[in-house]
């Protein structure tokens, strides 16, 4: 079982940044793909963010040149930084991780609220 602990989250004004951070209990090392999702109140949970094992990264468009996505497997750790916040990225965000059985692992989320 993996557990994965968001931390990062909070109240940010317009146009202002943070980084999320997610660490995991394990070794995510080269066999996790980790992501970001978020997921806002009545809307579905969407993909923000996702990096490989090896580096590969993929963005949502909403967010592509504002967020970057990152990992350090020495660590256990992923990344998000979060830059030019904008009102509709208020969500709770969810760390992810799927190993290469496929097998899903989701952490408690962490609250992102964008507001002047």
């Known amino acids: 079982q993996v557990q994965l602990v968001e931390s990062g989250g909070g109240l940010v004004q317009p146009g202002g940044s943070l980084r999320l951070s997610c660490a995991a209990s394990?070794?995510?090392?080269?066999?996790?793909?980790m992501g970001w999702y978020r997921q806002a109140p009545g809307k579905q949970r969407e993909l923000v963010a996702t990096i490989t094992s090896g580096g590969s990264t993929n963005y949502a468009d909403s967010v592509k040149g504002r967020f970057t996505i990152s990992r350090d497997n020495a660590k256990n750790t992923v990344y998000l930084q979060m830059n030019i916040l904008k009102p509709e990225d208020t969500a709770v965000y969810y760390c992810?991780?799927?190993?290469?059985?496929?097998?899903?692992?989701w952490g408690q989320g962490a609250q992102v609220t964008v507001s002047s």
């Open positions: 992810n991780a799927v190993n290469i059985w496929r097998v899903s692992y």
């Open positions: 394990i070794s995510i090392g080269s066999i996790y793909t």
